[in-house]
């Protein structure tokens, strides 16, 4: 069926491809593409002549732009806010074989960013839309559309930029890319205001995992300085949220704080002003609190902008940072690889553990730390010759089965010293070895 729906899909594709070839015949008329005088000239200025900035092994020649407009396929992931911004300045500078992946659909919230994007088009799947708003507006530019994600890094993209919104997806892509293709990555990221851009070489250069550590799991405040030195308005949103609210129960014993009902909404709102006036904080307003309720981060329209365009001719080594909440800063740095990264290292990782530990503290370590990040890690590890599944979450039946084992030890589960553990994650497409390591 699979298989099926996948050479459906091809066809359609190659379908399309067809059209728009014959399209751009059409258009064109030269009978291969529409071009008119002076479309590429700025982009030749960069291409065909040198500068102060361009790398000390570029040869400015014709041959660059020929290779952007015929030859270079790029795969971008993500047609969201980065994704839009990115699909237009790729198109408008001059790569034409752009491939576009993205299984989300429009949403009415969308709309004030995502600007390939009409009110018609709320509820239609995002890649279709905007391959085809740019297909239509920029003549020669034909982006065809992936329907799955990409386990299919073999077909040979020259480069793969990513505009993504979820760190779960972001290592996925990491963990396809293979070391001996040396695909040039490039990442973006935008959150509120402040942004990064990054260029993963793989096997080369840092990679995602390499530095999960600057992926906080999430923003928490501590919880004295909520209960007891506020600072900022939302220490005070927070005050309220964890502690009156289940205090106090305002609507009923048991009723969970909603942040799309207005009437807990209101009620979070007037304690927290109270408590800001306790501390003379301001800035406690209805929108804030809403915000922190429902840990909003407002998406800015200017970021995306200044991340997607982000280009230099000396490549970017390797990671760029963007801020401009207050005023304007950024700057770059050499992310470094990590040694023993689990995902682009291929060392079995060490982990250390006493024989009397329980399994559940094994996983626990797995999800909690910085540097791993797991979501829900399933493991399986070869004791007594066979192949035994310690704990998996996402099957319920072998979930129930294997929940028992979470609270032996790993010696009353027959692990040993050295021992080899297969780990499976939806952070990552590979199957991660760990070595079990006893303490004593
Ligand atoms: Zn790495």
Redesign the pocket.
């Known amino acids: 069926m699979n298989l099926l729906l996948c050479s459906l899909f091809r066809e359609k594709k190659r379908r399309r491809v067809v059209e728009l070839t014959e399209k751009m015949v059409v258009d064109g008329g030269s009978g291969r593409t529409c071009e008119w005088d002076g479309r590429w000239n700025h982009i030749k200025k960069f291409l065909e002549r040198s500068g102060p900035f361009t790398h000390p092994d570029f040869e400015p020649s014709t041959e660059s732009l020929q290779f952007m407009l015929e030859t270079c396929k790029i795969l971008v992931i993500g047609a969201g806010g980065l994704g839009c911004e990115l699909l237009k300045d790729l198109a408008l500078s001059g790569f034409r074989n752009i491939h576009v992946v993205d299984m989300d659909t429009i949403d009415v919230s969308n709309l004030n960013r995502q600007f390939l994007f009409r009110p018609t088009d709320v509820g239609r799947p995002k890649a279709n839309v905007a391959a085809d708003f740019v297909n239509n507006r920029i003549p020669g530019c034909y982006i065809i559309l992936e329907f799955i994600y990409p386990s299919f890094i073999h077909l040979e993209f020259h480069i793969i930029v990513c505009g993504l919104d979820s760190i779960v997806a972001r290592r996925w892509m990491?963990g396809i890319l293979n070391p001996s293709s040396i695909i040039p990555l490039i990442d973006g990221g935008t959150e509120g205001f402040k942004g990064n851009a990054r260029v993963i070489l793989p096997g080369m250069t840092?990679?995602?995992?390499?530095?999960l550590e600057l992926y906080p799991p999430q923003i928490n405040f501590p919880m004295c300085t909520i209960a007891s030195m506020p600072r900022l308005p939302e220490h005070c949103i927070e005050y309220v949220r964890m502690l009156l609210w289940p205090k106090e129960t305002p609507f009923g014993d048991g009723v969970v704080l909603d942040g799309d009902d207005p009437e807990h909404i209101q009620w979070v709102y007037q304690r927290s002003l109270e408590r800001a006036a306790d501390f003379n904080i301001t800035g406690v307003t209805y929108r804030l609190t809403q915000g922190v309720v429902k840990r909003i981060i407002p998406a800015v329209a200017s970021t995306n902008a200044v991340i997607a365009g982000k280009s230099a001719y000396i490549p970017l080594n390797n990671y760029m940072v963007f801020n401009d909440v207050d005023g304007l800063y950024t700057y770059t740095f050499e992310a470094e690889?990590?040694e023993n990264?689990?995902?682009?290292?291929q060392v079995p990782l060490d982990l250390h553990f006493s024989p009397s530990s329980k399994l559940q503290e094994m996983l626990d370590h797995l999800t909690e730390s910085a540097s791993l990040q797991m979501k829900s890690p399933a493991l399986t590890a070869t004791v007594e010759g066979k192949n035994k599944t310690l704990y998996l979450q996402s099957v319920a039946s072998i979930e129930q089965r294997t929940r028992p084992n979470l609270s032996k030890t790993l010696k009353e589960l027959g692990l040993s010293d050295g021992q080899e553990l297969a780990v499976a994650d939806a952070t990552t497409p590979q199957t991660m070895l760990f070595r079990l390591c006893f303490t004593s």
């Open positions: 990491n840092a990679c995602i995992d390499c530095t690889r990590k990264c689990s995902a682009c290292s």
